[in-house]
């Protein structure tokens, strides 16, 4: 026999109403849920008893959601293959119940009710937006939330008038979308700006991610989106890192008549040495500092990382008092790194490749122009491999969970890594 629970789901608008949602389910023959229509605040529930508590059920509705179970329970009493009961009956055994339709309705009298694709995603993202993350135990991100809506956004784009449906996303929808994502200029007239590949790539990456979700939830039959062929496009991206020597400078740049700057160049100088991403810097209190270490979970993983205290951080918080640097946005933060590191004269030629609009375009800039607060924690992982500590170790800080993806997060050309051999043999006297 199926099995009838029902489960609590926190409203949107307001923290202290849940609907209670009936689910039945079999293995893997059958699986659905839906609204009863009843909403509880979330301390009269008893999750142990599934039922509201007794005090708190003034209403009666008890009284519903136990006939309401023995309705459905009557029905699927004669259903010898649960297979075959279609999308949306449960919905629609819900409605009758509270409509006084008899028992006698079968299954094979409920009319199955598809789900479109539009429907589906728009659904997803909409109960993204309560999502937790397993691994962290925290709400998905905003920019995650936002980054499904614009992929949505361009899906309906592209499609026009005549909405996909789930058959129609195959190898020849895939070449036609990535054709599509690649010509859209999101620059002006004047100044035409297209989609970088990476981007385009992530578009591709959250289809899938709703695609995959629709196959687990039995709604999606069409796998043709699993083909090797449908793959997220990526690109290794031409990003700078700091050497000790670029560092150095830009800590002895006298920045006492620009104490806004200062500040900006202390807490990117901590992200140096720390390896620590801007938003979790921003999150170190004094009590995160013990004995020349700092704790610190990470707010993306949520992994608990101990990292030892430079010196050049000890100098910094000495001179705020324990203290981290107040952090600013991240546009005004990239902007005065830029000024910082050009006071610094980081003027290293260095000529970037990257593909927008399916294009590939190289253009060569000075290296203070591509400084931005993400090169702080790419130059903490890139120094200390150069300087021979072990990768996992360094991974551990950083919270890449694969070599591979470590290796290719890290900027070493193939001269620094001929000089790193070079100084092994040196060392081993091999």
Known sequence: MASIIYQLKPSKKSPEKSSIYVRVYHGRLLGQKCSTGINVHPNHWSVKNNKIKSAYDKNNKNADLTNLKRYIEDILENVRDYSTIPNGWLK???????????????????????????????????????????????????????DYIRTFELLKDFAGNKPLNWNDIDLNFYDRFIMYLQKINIGTTDEPKYFSANTVG????????????????????????????????????????????????????????????????????IGCWTGLRFGDLSNIRPENIKDGFIYVEQSKTGDRVVI?????????????????????SNQKTNDALKVIAKKAEINEPITISSISGGVKHSRTYQKWELVSSHTARRSF???????GFPSQSIMKITGHKSENAFLKYIKVTPEEHAHLLKDFWVKTGI
């Open 92 to 146: 629609q055994t819900v409605d009758n119940y509270f409509k006084g339709v008899p028992v006698q309705n079968k299954v094979e009298n409920i009319v199955e009710q598809e789900t479109t694709l539009y429907d589906y995603i728009s659904e997803f993202i909409a109960n993204s937006k309560d999502q937790i993350n397993l691994k962290t135990g925290k709400k998905l991100s905003y920019r995650v939330y936002r």
């Open 381 to 387: 992982a890139t120094n200390l491999y150069k300087a």
């Open 308 to 328: 030892p205290v430079h010196p050049v951080v000890t100098s910094i918080l000495d001179r705020y008092d324990g203290q981290l640097p107040p952090a600013i």
């Open 202 to 269: 992530k578009f591709i990456k959250n289809l899938k991610i709703f695609l995959n979700k629709a196959t687990e939830d039995g709604i999606n039959t069409n796998l043709k989106y699993k083909s090797h062929k449908f793959v997220k496009i990526s690109v290794q991206s031409d990003n700078i890192y700091l050497t000790t020597d670029d560092l150095k400078k830009i800590e002895d740049l006298d920045l006492s008549n620009f104490k806004g700057k200062e500040k900006v160049r202390d807490l990117f100088l």
